[in-house]
DNA sequence: AGCGTTGGCCAACACTTGTTGGCAACCATG
DNA sequence: CATGGTTGCCAACAAGTGTTGGCCAACGCT
């Protein structure tokens, strides 16, 4: 099974409908949560029959996760001017929520199933919990101080790209950063309250 | 089919089963959520049968409209050290959270179905959209200041009770008050950034 | 006693879900 | 041409869901 020695004779038309799968998985998880996004619905969305995800994909669970992949690339970060990082964490995480929809998903379906939420965890814990160690005081609050930025990253995607508050939804991208920027600024640096 | 013009023969035994119901419906709500909290699990955890809970909340949706009841009394909040407020209203936010697990039912929910994240937005329509209205600068801009507080007070209960990212969880009820209460200060009071 | 009302359970319905196996068409290679 | 693997669809399965109606036992009344 895809065990292949030499598949070189070009990308055969099945990758094409295993993306079409997979794009109308990312939408359907983003939109639906879940439960309520069902192997048919998707199916149906990429004009293809529900058996044909479970061949592409083993099971709902196999697609859930082909679907959703995270990783915001921290450590690439210019952590540069440091009185800066605020406002630069808060344009980065803005920009990867509107170009890739599936965080979306990750966070509804986080809301209910311990398995994506713990995906989501590990960002903190391998990315953001470092870069406050390397760029706040006193290391050893880095736990703490990055819990404070993910809670406030995470709340304005949740007013804004999940639950679509009308008036978290009106804030600019300008707006946005120049309010959150300070606050996520004093988690990371400013000496304990 | 009850309708009663004379109700009045003192409390029959059924209100006792009535309210074990509505209490294991909110931990099931609030422990897996709208879809994988069936019917027959919120049943069985209160030692009842499953056809019951329809006779007395006739249907799902009337289960869980009954079972979170949401009203944050900030009108009766104390406004008066003005300076306080982002404290105080962190504060209310966190007892609230604590007293009544429903809250983390709601979001649960809120998270996939546009009721429940209607209801959590009518919170801040009615609620926290005047008091910021009231207590900061420029009216006009009342909505915009209201959502930042609202994402700021979600995201960390996201983080903290539907999440359970452990570096949240750890925080402590006085850590929590004296790093959000100003960043909500600020979101309610400052000038336009 | 007999009566109706109430609180409760059981079994079943209709439906949707994820998942599976068999079968038809294609397409490149021998 | 034949062959064998790929790509796809159809129909069905078993399990779980919300929901309904019928039946039984206990109680309160006259």
Redesign the interface.
Known sequence: MTGSTENQRAAPRSDATRATILAAARERFAA??Y??ATIRAIARDANIDPSMVMRYYGNKAGLFAAAVSIDPQLPGLPVEPREEIGRTLVRHFLTLWEENGELTAL??V???DPAA?DR??SV?REQL?PLARHVGPEPEQA??R???C???????A???Y???????V??SRE?IV???G??IQ??LTAPT?
Chains 1, 2 share one sequence.
């Open positions: 639906d949560g439960e309520k966070m509804r986080g809301a209910t939420a989501m965890g903190l919990i736990p703490a990055a819990a404070l993910a809670s406030a990253v995470l709340g304005l949740l007013t804004r999940v639950l679509r508050f009308p008036a978290s009106a804030l707006e120049d309010w959150l300070p606050t004093r988690y309250p």
